[in-house]
């Protein structure tokens, strides 16, 4: 009988070193990553010697300026590192995106000695980030979020409560939008917080169906002083740096929503062509060919989609449609591609014996994480028709 066994992406990169780089991660998530995945998401383990590699390595900076630390990559080839390490483990996947989320507002809108004094240990130097918007009672109204940063002298006073913070409590720094003056979006400030600073508390993490390596928690801020030097570009423009920062981690979420969505294919088609039944392998069924047909072009579409979004980026077109749209399809069909692997294996789907089950209840998020899939449809409508009329 043939060899079925699934075959690496056969990958379009721009360039040799970005061929270099996808071998790199490549053997770092076949070593490091993928043989302890299901062990560690099963005790709820966060991988942090993982993400300390990953600094080392340079793939925790990938899409920013070499001047400070980062790896100069456009992010069609970012985008595809990530795609890579969610393969191998979400948790690592998303973890980086949530990382390169979290240095945004810096690289983007800090100043010069803003970015010279931090940037190069966020990008390279071992740190791990978080991104501080979403609140208990703001969630996709993010506009009306109610954390505040009062003046006092030359230092911030941060009081609030931040929500569904993905590496909260173990973050080393923080990017928070805090309000400052009126409300709605036009009073909203971005702040750099450190980790440790006095009166930023952690609560107890959140208790979730997937993704239980990755810790997710509330932050509270009771009255954290920040030196007036950690504000982030100008008083009322923090809700425009938000948005700025999502229109590209959506495209982060893409990507990892089909890496997961491959690593679902891979494991059903190595089990239908290796399971036998009637005396012949399962994979030889019309109805398991067709299914597994549909996955692998649903999972191609999104690639393409995403990858599109990033060139647009990259050429510095507008691409917020494109990346909603991403957004929307990708983790869609990731829901969609992890529950017919599911079905693929049968009763042995639905085991922790194997990991489409895990593959199954992780993908659930990805259609919530940074802006709903409902949301993602208002977004592209308003680019087709305008603004809802009030």
Known sequence: ????????????????????????????????????????????????????????????????????????QPYEVYLQVLEELAAARLTVGLGASVHTLSCHALASYGTKEQQAEHLPAMLGGGLLGAYCLSEP????????????????????????????????????FYTVMARTGEEGPRGITAFLAP???????????????????????????????????????????????????????????????????????????????GRRQFGRPISDFQGLRFLLADMATQIEAGRALYLAAARLRDAGRPF???????????????????????????GYGYTADFPVERYMREAKVLQIVEGTNQIQRMVIARHLAGPETR
């Open 1 to 72: 009988m043939p060899d079925h066994a699934p075959q690496p992406v056969d990958r379009q990169l721009p360039t040799d070193e970005a061929r270099d780089l996808i071998s790199l991660v490549r053997d770092i998530a076949g070593r490091e990553i993928a043989p302890k995945a299901a062990e560690e998401e099963d005790a709820g383990r966060f991988p942090r010697e993982v993400f300390a590699l990953l600094s080392e390595s340079g793939l925790l900076g990938l899409p920013y300026s070499s001047e400070h630390g980062g790896g100069d």
């Open 137 to 172: 009672a703001s969630g996709s109204d993010a506009a009306s979020l109610s954390t505040k940063a009062v003046r006092d002298g030359d230092e911030w006073v941060l009081t609030g409560t931040k929500a569904w913070i993905t590496h909260g409590g173990i973050a080393d």
């Open 195 to 273: 980790g440790d600073a006095v009166g930023l508390v952690a609560a107890a993490p959140e208790r979730k169906m997937g993704l239980k390596g990755s810790p997710t928690a509330q932050i509270n801020f009771d009255g954290v002083r920040l030196d007036g030097s950690r504000r982030i570009g100008e008083e009322g423009q923090g809700f425009a740096i938000a948005l700025s920062a999502l229109d590209s981690g959506r495209l982060g979420i893409a990507a990892c929503a089909i890496g997961l969505a491959q690593a679902a294919l891979d494991e059903a088609v190595a089990y239908a062509t």
């Open 320 to 346: 917020a449609k494109q990346a909603a749209m991403a957004k929307l399809l990708c983790t869609d069909a990731a829901m969609k591609v992890t529950t017919d692997a599911v079905q693929v294996l049968g």
